[in-house]
């Protein structure tokens, strides 16, 4: 997998806990709000993921499709805005942490 012009061999996730949990909970109230959520579920990985390892999970369920796939997008972006979980991307020629959150 290639990033930024290099090589990528694995990615590194780390996360304050505690707030992290606190702040996708908003998110998830926050898509509640704006659409018929029943349930959800949403877990970020953290720690060593190799290339192709899955780092986020989300699941909703709604009445209505649509309601889901808004749902899901709306907690995946602001996930990655205001949740504090950084990505570290080790290259073949050294490690950067990305500054775009996860």
Not at 31 to 42: L, M, P, Q, T
Not at 75 to 83: N, Q, S
Request: with cysteine; charged share 30%.
């Amino acid at each position: 997998n290639h990033s930024r012009g290099k090589e990528v061999q694995r990615l590194e996730y780390e996360a304050y806990p505690g707030m992290a949990e606190k702040m996708i909970g908003q998110i998830v109230a926050e898509a509640g709000e704006k659409w018929d959520v029943r349930k959800a579920a949403v877990s970020h990985r953290t720690g060593r993921l190799e290339i192709g390892e899955i780092a986020v999970v989300i699941a909703v369920a709604t009445p209505h499709r649509q309601d889901a796939f808004a749902a899901c997008q709306y907690i995946i972006d602001r996930l990655k805005v205001v949740v504090p979980i950084w990505k570290k991307e080790v290259a073949t020629d050294g490690e950067t942490w990305i500054d775009d959150h996860a």
